[in-house]
Each structure stands twice: as C-alpha cells, then as structure tokens.
C-alpha cells in the first residue's frame, strides 16, 4: 500500500533532491501504478531537457513498478540539488508518482542521495523537497497493489 498523486494534460510535478557534487552520473526512479498504461512525460533538470518517462503497457494484476531515468551528466554535475520537473506529455488517463528514489555514481559506485515520498501522508517529505502539482490534480489517495514476483510468473 502507498500513496501518491497525479495529475493529467496541462500538469506537471516539480520537486528539488539533494545530491553529491562530485556526481558522475544520477538516476531517478518512480514508483507508479501501472494499471494507467501509456504515461509519457518529459523531464527538466534545473531547466534543461533531460528525458522522457516512456510509455509502459498496462499491467492488470501486478500493478506497482518501477521505473528508471538515467540523467545526462551534465545536468547534475558539480550541482548539490536539482530541481527536476515531470511534464505530461500523454497517457491513457494521467501521470501518477508514489515514491521516487535518486542514486547518484561516486568515484564509480552508485548510492541513494535522496527520497521523496508523494503523497496525501507525506506531506511532510513533500515540503522538504518543495514538491507541487502545476495545473490539474487527477488523483490523490493510497493505493494497495503488488509488484510482479521476481521470477516473472503471473
């Protein structure tokens, strides 16, 4: 069970992480139900073009995944935040956020520099990483589903 937002044409998220300045490389990954099948949003880093959340198909019984963004060095290198902005682009209905996680690459290991849980009972971690909606709010509210079992079987 988690509990995030969404929001649907015209919208977009905005939130700020921290990370190491000394960065070579940084990937963002997102919680989603992905029983809305086909979101696709663009991604700015401090106002820089620096990706596409792609399109996934529906997924009816296993409904929670996650999925990963690797950023262009140059948008985080020598930065120790970054305010990165999810604009819809489409989908079947909106762009939905649970959870997103941000590694970071460190003299060549990869580490988690920050977390922000969305959310209705997060607003706390919301505040902390300025997270907002722009234009319309589709959905807020928890969710119960389950992530697919590792091995792949329905």
Known sequence: M????AFGPGGASRFTVTV??????????????AGIGRQR????????PAGTWQ???????HR???????????????????TVVNTFV??????????YVVEQQVDG????????DVGPEHLDAEAAHGYEIIGPQTF???QEFTYPPPDGRP
């Open 55 to 61: 399109p996934l198909p529906v997924q009816r019984a």
């Open 20 to 33: 190491d300045p000394a960065n070579t490389g940084v990937r963002l990954t997102r919680r989603l139900d």
């Open 140 to 142: 807020a509210g928890t």
């Open 2 to 5: 988690d509990d995030g937002r």
């Open 109 to 116: 290991a990869w580490e988690t520099a920050d977390t922000l």
């Open 64 to 82: 929670w995944q996650d999925q990963s963004v690797d950023l262009p060095p140059s948008v985080s290198a020598g930065r120790r935040s970054l």
């Open 90 to 99: 489409s989908s079947d209905q909106d762009f939905n956020e649970f959870l």
């Open 41 to 48: 949003a663009g991604i700015t880093v401090n106002g820089t």
